[in-house]
C-alpha cells in the first residue's frame, strides 16, 4: 500500500484526509451559517460545541496534511495543463493547507483573548492560549477575517480548478482524486 503522495498519484490516506477535511469544512461553515438562525439558546450551545468539536479535528488533521503537503513529492499533473496552472493550483493547495492549520489557531487566540472558552460536547473545553485582552482581541480579529477571506477565495479557486478538469478539459483528475488508476 502506498503511504506516501508520490510523482504518479496521491497516497489512500491523502485521498481519505482530503475529503475529510472537506466534510469538515462544509459542516464547520454550514453550522456558522445556522447557529445565528437558532433561537432556542440549549440548541445553540449544542451546536456551537460541536462546531468546535469539528473546527478541533480540522485543525488536527491539517496539521498532517499541511507536513505530508510539504514532505511529499506531488503527482504529476493529468494531461498537458499551461505552467502557470500547475503553478497556481500548486501554491494555492499549499496556502490552503497552511491556512487550515493557522486559522483554528487564530480562533483559539481571538476566543482566549476575549475570555470565552471553546467548549466541546461533553463538558470538555481547550485552555485558553492567553488572557483577555482587548487589543490582542481586535488585532487577531481583523488578520482572521484577511485569512478567512484569502482562504475562501482560494477553496473557489481550487473548486474552480476541479470543475474545468472535469467538464472543460474532460481529464481524469476528479478520478484520481476518488482513488481511481489515471493515466498522466
Do not use: C
Not at 54 to 77: E, H, N
Not at 113 to 121: D, K, N, S
Amino acid at each position: 500500500m502506498q503511504l506516501r503522495d508520490n510523482g504518479l498519484g496521491y497516497s489512500p490516506i491523502t485521498l481519505v484526509m482530503h475529503w475529510i477535511v472537506a466534510a469538515l469544512l462544509l459542516s464547520i461553515i454550514g453550522l456558522g451559517i445556522a447557529i445565528p438562525q437558532i433561537g432556542d439558546e440549549a440548541r445553540r450551545v449544542d451546536l456551537e460545541q460541536l462546531q468546535n468539536l469539528l473546527g478541533t479535528l480540522l485543525f488536527l488533521v491539517s496539521i498532517y496534511r499541511l507536513w505530508a503537503r510539504v514532505t511529499s513529492y506531488q503527482p504529476l499533473p493529468v494531461g498537458t495543463p499551461h505552467p502557470i496552472e500547475v503553478i497556481v493550483s500548486r501554491s494555492v493547495a499549499v496556502a490552503m493547507a497552511l491556512a487550515m492549520v493557522l486559522l483554528p489557531i487564530a480562533v483559539w487566540l481571538y476566543r482566549s483573548a476575549a475570555g470565552v472558552a471553546i467548549e466541546l460536547p461533553g463538558g470538555f473545553s481547550i485552555p485558553a492560549l492567553i488572557g483577555p485582552s482587548q487589543p490582542v482581541k481586535d488585532v487577531v480579529g481583523i488578520l482572521f477575517n484577511i485569512g478567512a477571506t484569502a482562504f475562501l477565495a482560494g477553496l473557489g479557486l481550487h473548486i474552480f480548478g476541479a470543475l474545468k478538469s472535469h467538464f472543460v478539459l474532460k481529464n481524469d483528475v476528479l478520478k484520481r482524486m476518488f482513488g481511481k488508476h489515471v493515466e498522466l
